[in-house]
């Protein structure tokens, strides 16, 4: 079945760029899901990032589209994540996952997911 | 604040049934478009627990259901058991945010 792997610097410093890479196995990227990023600061819930189709078009939140960049890379079955200007307030633990869908619903579903990495942006 | 509004805190003895409610708007659960839920256990990452409303993926226990009216779903746990300590978030795609959105999520203790 699908896994996915996050990886990527544990410590970014405020004002630089999060970098990370979310690598897919047991399945093709490209198929009919979506492949999200979603994050989560400590002791908080759950924010959705953004999410790219293996074409390259992408989806973001609406309060992070300025600094955020979803790329796909299809001959490395991953696909990433940056995220520009970061503050304190980027720090979470990070989780990268599929969205998939089935006939006869209305919307994805995250499913499965990675196990998270977290980044703590700090000087 | 989050688009979806779930209670902070439920809690149940062993054996017994809780629910958790999930309420939304018209541009969300309302629309309307599916909820999902996910059961966060300490330390890990979600697991999806409920998709399209009401479906069960393989190897969830019967003991979980999901439901939707209107702008509110709800997820179900019945004959409660101490593994069920977690946390619960539900999510769904709001047409005004043109993105998934999810609910604050919710503690789950068991007495």
């Known amino acids: 079945q699908v896994q996915l792997q996050e990886s990527g610097p544990g410590l970014v410093k405020p004002s630089g760029t999060l970098s990370l890479t979310c690598a897919v196995s047991g399945g093709s990227i490209s198929t009919t899901d979506w492949w999200s990023w979603v994050r989560q600061p400590p002791e908080k819930g759950l924010e959705w990032i953004g999410e790219?189709?293996?074409?390259?078009?992408?989806k973001y939140h609406p309060s992070l589209k300025s600094r955020v960049t979803i790329s796909v890379d299809k001959s490395k079955n991953q696909f990433s994540l940056k995220l520009s200007s970061v503050t304190a307030a980027d720090t979470a633990v990070y989780y990268c996952a599929r969205q998939t869908a089935v006939a006869g619903t209305r919307g994805f579903w995250f499913d499965p997911w990675g196990r998270g990495t977290l980044v703590t942006v700090s000087s | 604040q989050s688009v979806l509004t779930q209670p902070p805190s439920v809690s149940g003895a062993p054996g017994q049934r809780v629910t958790i409610s999930c309420t939304g708007s018209s541009s969300n659960i309302g629309a309307p478009y599916d909820v999902h839920w996910y059961q966060q256990l300490p330390g890990t990452a979600p697991k999806l627990l409920i998709y399209?409303?009401?479906n069960r993926p393989s190897g969830v226990p019967d003991r979980f259901s999901g439901s939707k009216s209107g702008t509110s779903a709800s997820l179900a746990i019945t004959g409660l058991q101490a593994e069920d300590e977690a946390d619960y978030y539900c999510?769904?795609?709001?047409?005004?945010?043109?993105?998934?959105?999810f609910g604050g999520g919710t503690k789950l203790t068991v007495l």
């Open positions: 999510q769904s795609y709001d047409s005004s945010l043109s993105g998934r959105v």
């Open positions: 399209g409303n009401s």
């Open positions: 790219i189709y293996h074409s390259g078009s992408t």
